[in-house]
């Protein structure tokens, strides 16, 4: 996948922790992923498993404390968001990555107008006028497909329903033609006919801007028609990396292949019984010594319980750029494979 | 379809919920939300109906006022031969063993002072005059039956997970052995990895008690899973009711057609096929909804007649009732007498 182009987002071997009464909790550990110009990147994972984490920590949006990044890079376009001052940190957010959150009715400022919060980073950050704020906030809601754009400039949130809401929020993300999007979960909160209606949205602005899009979600469906590329995470760490076809073609990960065997399909024969990962997702009250997925694991291995796999390559090429996983069973099965 | 089937355990005639809304000074009832708005159907004894719709439409609403957890507004709740709807209040509460609720978000339903014993058996309390070791004993059976380790009884509820504390309340659901029990969205707040725990339990539990259930939720795929017969609403009235495989092999109604279509299989193959309809705007409210058919504000199938007159719900095909003009004038100008004259039947009822 684009072998030329430099990376936009390069991030690599991040550690976030989270120093509770509790003890510490290690939310995210030794993320590594590169995202390229124009490219979406699926992120899946349950609650928990760091996904949201690990793109909060790229922007230090977390507070700290509690949150305390370990270690790790992200070099946006070649600059490491984690070494920049406040001062850089501020001319990047908004400006250069855009965020667009879960529930777009506690994102959005109630006591302001919409025309007020996406004109905000045109005025700070674009150091546009009022005016020219304005225009460029009426362009911004029609492209993001608002009727009646310069009107509903003057509203408040609570004017807006949940999609609108979104597509707003949309909207504010893109004012300043960022070179990443980062998405947490944004049509979760949605119902699936509004849910269809932003897919299609986000997929028509990349045809038009071609900006590069990191898009958390928990929901394979949604991942299988919008993404180019996918993480999976489980246990704070990337278990899984694969282009999106040959992940849900062929997923190597015990996690990745149960996950799509408990979801129920919509056309096609209907199971009799649904597939079931027994037990918990686990607690990440340490580092990881051990791969965190093996309570659950049907495959589990004495390996398992020794050391935490690291990612390995599957089609030759490097870890990061084709399909990955960390997993033992895969590297003894290939073994087993050999030798027979 | 009625005459092949065992009698129905519950029938659902024409009910409605109206919330009033009061305006100014004076508190002046200015019009209603129509949150339910004329909704009939029955479930077969030991069945589940899926009750699908996006949120706001009446379906948490239905399963609401079908338990008298709102006294609805009009209409018909025969469940096991008795008008729940029209009970007094002292037959009512002993109505209440045979039917129950499993509720959408397991945190919330459980009081956080309660422990498990507490908040398993405390339907017994209510309901039974058995000795506290006869209730433990119970408390018990209903944690092995739901999967939960016997030693967790003097846990509380932040002790447990999600999945586990919605185990917690099928069992207090379970507690009285009821016949029907409406599960009101009990897997839409758990992680994917632990809805098919859930959905298992529920299936097991219904073919090992015969229980009758009423599936509320907003996740298509999983209802196709689990329910026989489906019923998709749209702004407090049904617009399609058939049998499951039916329903998602060829959706009739144009609403259930861009439903189906809006949810996202786990296959970028398919996905990429896929004609996908986009419905257009958002749903209108039910305190105002529209003068003809709720959905002609959206409906890609729009005509005349759509905006002027409400479509009834009428069967279509064996099996198969339908509230869309896009059938009714089939069926009007050159069907078979045996759908107008269960059309007739229909309009009887819903006057």
New interface residues.
């Given amino acids: 996948m684009a072998d030329g182009a430099a990376p936009v987002l390069e991030v690599r071997g991040l550690k976030t922790v989270f120093r509770t009464r509790g003890g510490e909790i290690h939310a995210v550990n030794d993320v590594s992923f590169t995202l390229h110009p124009g490219e979406l990147l699926g992120v899946v994972g349950e609650s928990g498993s760091g996904k949201s984490v690990t793109m909060m920590s790229l922007l230090r949006l977390l507070p700290a404390p509690p949150a305390d990044i370990r270690s790790g890079t992200a070099k946006l376009n070649g600059r490491d968001l984690l070494a920049m001052t406040d001062a850089e940190l501020r001319a990047t957010r908004g400006a250069r990555v855009g965020f667009v959150f879960q529930d777009p009715m506690t994102s959005l400022n109630p006591v302001f107008t919409l025309g007020n919060q996406i004109m905000e980073p045109l005025i700070k950050h674009k150091g546009m006028t009022k005016r020219q704020a304005e225009t460029r906030a009426v362009e911004l809601l029609e492209l993001v497909g608002i009727p009646d754009a310069r009107r509903r400039l003057y509203q408040y949130p609570h004017q807006f329903s949940g999609g609108m809401r979104q597509r707003v929020m949309i909207a504010i993300a893109l004012a300043c033609d960022p070179d990443v999007l980062i998405a947490d979960e944004p049509t979760t909160a949605l119902d699936v006919t509004i849910q269809a209606q932003i897919l299609e949205l986000v997929k028509e602005l990349r045809q038009k801007l071609g900006m590069a899009i990191i898009w958390i979600t928990h929901d394979l469906g949604v991942i299988a028609g919008i993404a180019d590329r996918v993480i999976v995470m489980y246990g704070g760490q990337v278990v899984e990396q694969a282009p999106v076809k040959e992940l849900f073609a062929n997923p190597q990960h015990p996690y990745t292949r149960a996950l799509l065997q408990t979801i129920p399909r919509i056309s096609g024969e209907r199971s009799e019984r649904l597939k079931v990962i027994e037990g918990q997702p686990p607690i990440l009250t340490g580092p990881l010594t051990a791969c965190p997925f093996r309570a659950r694991c049907e495959y589990r291995h004495d390996a398992c319980d020794a050391t935490n796999p690291p990612r390995r390559a599957i089609d030759g090429q490097a870890v990061g750029e084709g399909h990955d996983v960390a997993c033992h069973w895969y590297a003894l099965a290939k073994v087993e494979m050999a030798n027979a | 379809m009625l005459d092949a089937n065992p009698a129905p355990l519950v029938q659902v005639e024409d009910l409605k919920m109206h919330f009033p809304i009061y305006t100014g000074l004076f508190r002046k009832h200015t019009g209603d939300v129509k949150a339910v708005d004329g909704v009939s159907f029955q479930i077969m004894a030991g069945q589940t109906l899926g009750l699908v719709g996006?949120?706001g439409c009446g379906k948490s609403t239905v399963g609401r006022a079908m338990l008298r957890l709102y006294e609805p507004t009009a209409g018909r709740v025969v469940i096991d031969g008795e008008d729940v709807a029209k009970l007094s209040p002292e037959a009512l509460r002993k109505k209440r063993p045979s039917m129950q609720m499993v509720f959408q978000d397991p945190q919330a339903c459980l009081n956080p002072r309660m422990t498990l014993e507490e908040i398993v058996s405390e339907p017994l309390d209510e309901h039974t005059d058995w000795s506290r070791d006869k209730k433990l004993e119970r408390v018990y059976e209903l944690m092995d039956q739901v999967g939960l380790n016997r030693r967790f009884v003097n846990r509380f509820p932040h002790e447990f997970?999600g999945?586990q504390r919605q185990r917690i309340g099928i069992a207090r659901a379970l507690a009285l052995k009821p016949q029907f029990i409406v599960c009101d969205e009990p897997i839409a707040a758990l992680?994917?990895?632990?809805?098919?725990?859930v959905?298992?339990l529920l299936?097991d539990l219904q073919a090992k008690l015969g229980l009758t259930y009423l599936f509320i939720s907003?996740d298509?795929?999983?209802v196709?899973?689990l329910a026989q017969r489906v019923a998709v609403m749209y702004l407090g009235r049904i617009a399609e009711l058939s049998p499951s495989?039916d329903l998602?092999a060829r959706p009739l109604h144009p609403y259930a057609e861009?439903?189906?279509?809006?949810?996202?299989?786990?296959?970028?193959?398919?996905?990429a096929r896929r004609n996908?309809i986009?419905?257009k705007g958002?749903v209108p409210s039910p305190a105002n909804p529209p003068k003809g058919c709720n959905f002609c504000t959206r409906c890609p199938k729009v005509m005349d007649i759509c905006r002027s007159v409400k479509p009834d719900l009428v069967e279509v095909e064996p099996g198969r009732q339908v509230a869309c003009h896009l059938y009714g004038i089939q069926s009007a100008t050159g069907s078979t007498g045996g759908t107008e004259a269960i059309e007739r039947k229909q309009q009887g009822v819903n006057q």
């Avoid at chain 2, 992680?191 to 725990?197: F, G, L, M, T, Y």
């Avoid at chain 2, 861009?258 to 996905?271: R, Y």
């Fill in positions: 996006e949120s997970s999945g992680d994917v990895s632990i809805q098919a725990q959905v298992n299936e907003h298509l795929s999983m196709r899973h495989k998602y861009a439903l189906l279509s809006a949810v996202n299989e786990p296959d970028p193959e398919l996905a996908r986009i419905l958002d």
